[in-house]
């Protein structure tokens, strides 16, 4: 039984152990978004005029901030729990030991009481024959192993009851400093609310120059679209034409040699572990439809996220692969187009480009610079990911943890 309960605690440690550990990783995670978007938050006070992207900041800071919270209270809830079960062990232990003295006193009272040597003798000699004299003999034997065993135990579950009350001790420690914690991001969270607030009331004057702006950036957006389907219709056109060439079949679709379908198949591999196209940053605006951050009855449609880093920031590679396209956007800078066998990774709103058509470019490879908006003080790259003509969820293939 003891056995058991020791194997049963082990295991519980080692998952109890692991999900800290988990928690604790996510929780060092969220901290290092809020000071990577306080610093982002800090370029833009700099320009004394309020803009969009302060409130972009503050809801991302906001949305963060709330996640901590929540893992912190995960923490806590889990240490409770942890807290409850060392008492029931610690009760479970003590039981035990008094038990195990319990015995253990009665066996050397018997031993007391049966201390003379001789009449140990003459009981074994006493037996009716050898066989009944040696187990007489075996009697005594095991008794005094049985005793030195119980001795033993009763050292050992002292030993674990100690070490548990030490644990127990650890663990209200830990559960305290968790409660200033939270209640410290907690007023962080009220004020960061409040500042929201403000921030929100003071740019609904600005309404009108915003639709302007949400009307450009729709603008722009669609005018991308089109010179990447631009860039895949001539990408489709030159294999059909090589297929001419050759006399085989025209392709409907872009096809893959052996060596870009091997590229293909490598970078569909690493879903979810790409690297960022910036080396710090975080995604201020994600992708598909979603409410505009301050008319919340326009919708806005996003084909790939904006990452906001800080000013004079390189856009690098994601993956290797090849140019297919460098080109000019009147007003909106430069974007560049990268071919990962059938995939494709768009990186918009550059201001230099260190790359050509026709390049091959090598994973984290810097490829250009991003342009800096001085009116709203930020710095933001638009970054897609395509598989063949289908736009994805970017957030899908870069890593976690930037």
């Not at 091997?262 to 690493?270: I, R, V």
């Amino acid at each position: 039984m003891f056995l058991g309960f020791i194997l049963m605690q082990t295991n519980i440690c080692f998952a109890q152990k692991q999900t800290k550990k988990d928690l604790e990783n996510k929780k060092k995670q969220l901290q290092k978004e809020i000071e990577n978007t306080n610093q982002l938050l800090s370029e833009t006070k700099k320009n004394k005029k309020l803009s969009l992207n302060q409130l972009v900041m503050l809801n991302k800071k906001i949305s963060v901030r709330e996640e901590l919270i929540a893992t912190i209270n995960k923490e806590i809830s889990d240490l409770n729990y942890q807290i409850n079960d060392s008492n029931e062990s610690i009760k479970v232990l003590q039981n035990d030991l008094t038990k195990l003295k319990s015995e253990y006193a009665k066996m050397i009272y018997y031993a007391y009481k049966n201390q003379d040597a001789y009449s140990r003798l003459m009981f074994v000699f006493a037996a009716r024959d050898f066989e009944q004299a040696f187990l007489r003999l075996k009697y005594f034997q095991q008794y005094s192993e049985y005793r030195h065993k119980q001795a033993e135990r009763i050292l050992s579950t002292k030993k674990t009851l100690n070490e548990k009350v030490q644990d127990l001790e650890s663990k209200k420690t830990d559960k305290h400093v968790l409660l200033g914690s939270q209640e410290n991001e907690k007023n962080n969270l009220t004020s960061e609310k409040s500042e929201k607030e403000q921030v929100f009331s003071q740019l609904q004057d600005q309404e009108s120059k915003l639709k302007r702006d949400l009307e450009k950036k729709k603008k722009d957006a669609k005018e991308l679209q089109q010179a990447i389907q631009r860039v895949i219709a001539k990408e489709l056109e030159k294999a059909q034409k090589d297929a001419e060439t050759a006399n085989q079949p025209k392709p409907q679709k872009l096809t893959l040699t052996p060596e870009s379908q091997q590229l293909s198949n490598s970078f569909a591999s690493n879903r979810g572990k790409l690297p960022w196209p910036v080396a710090k940053g975080i995604i201020s605006e994600r992708f598909g439809v979603h409410p505009h951050p301050l008319m919340p009855n326009i919708d806005i449609n996003n084909n790939g996220v904006d990452i906001s880093t800080s000013a004079g920031s390189l856009t690098r590679a994601v993956f290797d692969g090849e140019v297919k396209a460098v080109v000019n956007m009147p007003g909106a800078g430069q974007f560049i187009l990268i071919r990962h066998g059938e995939f494709l990774t768009i990186y918009s709103n550059l201001k230099d480009v260190y790359v050509k058509v026709g390049d091959k470019v090598k994973t984290k490879q810097n490829i250009g610079s991003i342009v800096y908006d001085e009116d709203d003080s930020k710095t933001l790259l638009h970054f897609e990911v395509w598989k063949g003509q289908t736009k994805m969820d970017p957030e899908d293939w870069l890593y976690k943890n930037n």
